[in-house]
């Protein structure tokens, strides 16, 4: 039986999020929609070009190397502050 275009979208998110889909060993992905500024949006598109990554890996990339700094040298409190879950909706 034949998938609509819609049935094989819904199947695709639902792989990605779920990391059903090889790509990722952490589970999956999770989507990001935001707007950015002009000149950020040029210097992601600069520096994925020039590292020859996807967007995506380079901002995931700067993202965790700034998580490395600010967390290396925080005490157990201050951590286990920064790691309490946000009060975000999925």
Do not use: I
Request: hydrophobic share 35%.
């Amino acid at each position: 039986m034949n998938m609509s275009g819609a049935e094989r979208q819904a199947a695709y998110r639902r792989k990605k999020k779920h990391g059903e889909d090889g790509e990722d060993g952490d589970g999956g992905f999770c989507r990001l929609d935001l707007w950015l500024p002009y000149h950020a949006f040029l210097a992601l598109k600069r520096l994925a070009r020039h590292q020859g990554k996807l967007q995506r890996e380079v901002l995931g990339d700067l993202l965790l190397a700034a998580n490395t700094e600010v967390t290396k040298d925080m005490k157990s409190d201050a951590w286990e502050h920064y790691h309490r879950e946000p009060d975000v909706k999925k």
